[in-house]
């Protein structure tokens, strides 16, 4: 019996055939989007929100961008330079330049200038990156909390993401992403937290936030 739910099948008609015939509209709506899409450029990548998983979606594509033989770029800013997982797996590959240049989260440090300095000094290396098509891939890794705490002018940021070679792609991540870096973004993803094993109580584990 239907329930009235448009996708449920009529009475004596095949269920199979109904979903074979939803499955090829749904494909020729899918190839059509896929048909019009022919520019070929570098894309700008925005990760933010409260949820976690930014940085490991950014690293996520450094590994396929690695299975496609690409030269990757990484600048973490705000994070310690403790052991992370991630570091010490990419920085085997001579295809990644890999830089840590955080003195740790702004709430461990609690020195203003310092937190500053530290991101000047990584946003130089940064810069130099996205001056490099060598560099097919680069990540600016919370680089979005620097720019929310004014540790670099979000102007320069900007004029430096605008101005980086035609095919390099950059992906940012971090919480709190300015409207302005939304704005000039091909892809933005805002992820939301529904729970957190530390809210239960449960510590960071290695390979999992570490």
Avoid: C
Wanted: charged share 25%.
């Amino acid at each position: 019996m239907s329930t009235g739910d448009p996708e449920d099948p009529r009475p004596g008609e095949d269920p199979a055939a109904r979903h074979r015939a939803r499955m090829q509209r749904r494909k020729a709506a899918v190839d059509a989007r896929i048909a019009a899409a022919t520019e070929q450029r570098g894309v700008l990548l925005v990760l933010t929100g409260n949820g976690k998983g930014k940085s490991s979606s950014a690293f996520g594509m450094v590994a396929r961008a690695l299975g496609h033989g690409m030269r990757v770029g990484v600048v973490q800013f705000i994070k310690g330079k403790y052991a992370t997982g991630e570091k010490a797996f990419f920085r085997r590959f001579p295809e990644v330049s890999f830089h840590v240049m955080g003195e740790g989260f702004t709430w461990e440090t609690q020195d203003r200038e310092r937190d500053v300095r530290a991101a000047a000094a990584a946003w130089e290396v940064a810069v130099g990156m996205l001056r490099e098509s060598a560099f097919a891939l680069v990540v600016l890794d919370e680089l979005n909390i620097a720019l929310r705490y004014r540790y670099l002018s979000l102007e320069t940021v900007v004029e430096a993401l605008r101005s980086r070679p035609a095919a390099q792609h950059v992906v940012v991540t971090g919480r709190g992403a300015p409207p302005e870096l939304i704005e000039i973004a091909d892809t933005v993803t805002d992820m939301h937290g529904v729970k957190h094993a530390l809210e239960a109580g449960v510590r960071a584990q290695r390979g999992i936030e570490l």
